[in-house]
């Protein structure tokens, strides 16, 4: 199965509407919000840390000199950055336990 | 960006009170942690995949030893970043090729 914001969303709807008065709608906004603020820190190449779950690193490889598969006719690759997800002790523990 | 300044953030923006804002980011990670945890696929449109990948277990060695050790079977997630967030982290508005 694929997990999907619509699974975030009814199980935040289902958790919220007896704590505060929230509409799927709303529900909808925050999960959104949500991935928008985590892409606006790795944007700004700020790495995030959510403990417990794990850390988004932003990191930049070099320029390199590669190859079209095509053609075979050399090309640089420009440097470029890229994200990357560290699972943090406590999820891995929780993923490889009981099985 | 740390959980919290997430947090603070989010009530900020839409509004709501922190505590509030709490509940919303602490169940969001639930799901995805769950869903690792089952062994789900995870896709977020415009962010990110992740995918539960497996891997065997091996003898290796202990680099400061030397010593053999027997490294278990484990499962660890995999993330794919989203195309709008690639494009995003390499400078905005650039077309992706």
């Known amino acids: 199965m694929t997990v999907t914001k619509a699974h975030i969303v009814d199980r935040l709807h289902a958790e919220l509407h007896q704590v505060a008065k929230v509409t799927k709608n709303d529900c909808a906004r925050f999960v959104e919000t949500i991935f928008e603020l985590l892409k606006g820190s790795l944007a700004q190449g700020e790495d995030v840390l959510i403990s417990g779950f794990g850390k988004f690193c932003i990191r930049t490889k070099n320029e390199r000199r590669g190859r079209n598969p095509q053609t075979g006719e050399s090309i640089i690759l420009p440097s470029r950055k890229v994200v990357t997800f560290k699972c943090s002790g406590i999820l891995k523990k929780r993923m490889n336990h009981g099985r | ?97």
């Open chain 2, 1 to 97: 960006m740390t959980k919290s300044q997430l947090i603070t953030m989010l009530a900020k923006t839409e509004g709501i009170s922190v505590r509030v804002a709490e509940i919303i980011v602490d169940t969001t990670f639930k799901v995805l942690e769950e869903a690792m945890i089952k062994g789900d696929r995870i896709e977020i449109r415009g962010f990110g995949s992740f995918k539960v990948k497996s891997y065997d277990g091996y003898k290796g060695r202990n680099p400061r030893t030397g010593a053999l050790i027997e490294v278990e079977p484990k499962r660890l997630p995999f993330f794919k970043v989203g195309k709008d967030l690639q494009r995003l982290v390499n400078g905005g508005d650039k077309p992706m090729e």
